[in-house]
């Protein structure tokens, strides 16, 4: 299975800069992160490192 075939994951953007990609993926709860990290994304052998960061609030979204 491909990563965006994961239901927890909402949206997949290809981008420039450090990283490859930006994954938005919505969890139940934070005990379902590294549940996420080491099935669907580390799984992966082609990702070598990621970088998680936390929405602390949302000010626009469309």
């Known amino acids: ?3 965006i075939q994961s239901p927890l994951v909402l949206e997949c953007h290809h981008i420039s800069g450090e990283y490859d990609y930006l994954l938005k993926v919505g969890l139940p709860d934070l005990s379902e992160l590294e ?3 080491t099935h669907t994304l580390k799984a992966n052998h082609d990702i070598v490192r990621s970088n ?3 929405i602390l ?3 626009k979204e469309e």
């Open 1 to 3: 299975t491909t990563i």
């Open 52 to 54: 998680t960061v936390f």
């Open 57 to 59: 609030s949302t000010l």
């Open 35 to 37: 549940g996420f990290i």
